[in-house]
């Protein structure tokens, strides 16, 4: 697990790590990158347990993933099999878990206030969390993405699949956006990653 794990996990956090791991049933993989999640965590057939991480994360956004999709294994283990997803069970053991891990050996002096507001209240994603979202992209590698939020008002842009829609008025916490083909209205969440559309080059 360790050799698995080296490349993506900082030797300061590694032995944490393998500690939450020693488990004969519980196997991690890792995957290319998928657009719509960070990682996963499910139960096999065999009763054995499976986590899936993306490979294209940046060392910091990598092991919170990993240690929200294990908090998922936990709270199976200790809590039982019906368990919202993302409830007080999960919240209550992803904090536990995170704890020792939210120190500057680990993580960087600027990520550890936001983090610690953060694991106040867990969210199913920290995408959704916009300012620590952001603070993580800043150690991402270098691409031409731009948060939602980020995207000027009427300005058009792409999204993973191609399609193509224009930035409308925030409606509470997302946005609304028109699809430029078919004219229907979407909502995005403010972390959503697309990719601006040049004006000379956009759709009126």
């Given at each position: 697990m360790?050799?698995?794990l080296q490349a993506y996990?900082s030797e300061q956090a590694?032995p944490?790590?393998?500690?939450?791991?020693?488990h004969?049933?519980?196997t991690?993989k890792i995957k290319?990158?998928r657009k719509?999640?960070?990682?996963?965590?499910?139960?096999l057939?065999?009763?054995k347990?499976?986590?899936t991480?993306?490979s294209?994360?940046?060392e910091?956004?990598f092991l919170i993933?990993?240690?929200?999709e294990?908090?998922h294994?936990?709270?199976?283990?200790?809590?039982?099999?019906f368990?919202k997803?993302?409830?007080?069970?999960?919240?209550?053991?992803?904090?536990?878990l995170?704890?020792?891990?939210?120190?500057?050996?680990?993580f960087?002096?600027?990520?550890?206030?936001l983090l610690a507001k953060?694991f106040?209240?867990p969210?199913?994603?920290s995408?959704s969390?916009?300012?620590?979202?952001l603070?993580?992209?800043?150690?991402d590698?270098?691409?031409?993405?731009?948060f939602?939020?980020?995207?000027p008002?009427?300005q058009t842009?792409?999204?993973y699949?191609?399609?193509?829609?224009?930035?409308?008025?925030q409606?509470?916490?997302r946005?609304e956006c028109?699809?430029?083909?078919?004219?229907?209205?979407y909502?995005?969440?403010?972390n959503?990653?697309?990719e601006?559309?040049?004006?000379?080059?956009?759709?009126?």
């Open positions: 360790q050799k698995l996990i590694m944490q790590v393998l500690n939450l791991l020693k004969d049933n519980l991690v290319n990158e719509t999640r960070h990682g996963d965590y499910m139960r057939p065999n009763g347990h499976q986590i991480i993306n294209n994360l940046n910091y956004r993933t990993l240690i929200h294990i908090a294994f936990e709270a199976y283990k200790t809590y039982g099999r368990i997803p993302h409830g007080v069970e999960w919240k209550k053991t992803f904090q536990h995170m704890l020792p891990f939210l120190n500057p050996e680990i960087p002096m600027e990520l550890l206030p953060h106040k209240n969210k199913a994603s995408d969390d916009a300012l620590l979202a603070a993580l992209k800043q150690f590698e270098p691409n031409n993405k731009t939602i939020f980020e995207v008002l009427g842009f792409k999204i699949n191609g399609k193509i829609f224009k930035k409308g008025a409606r509470t916490k946005f028109v699809e430029v083909k078919t004219g229907r209205m909502l995005f969440n403010p959503a990653e697309v601006i559309i040049p004006i000379k080059a956009g759709i009126s």
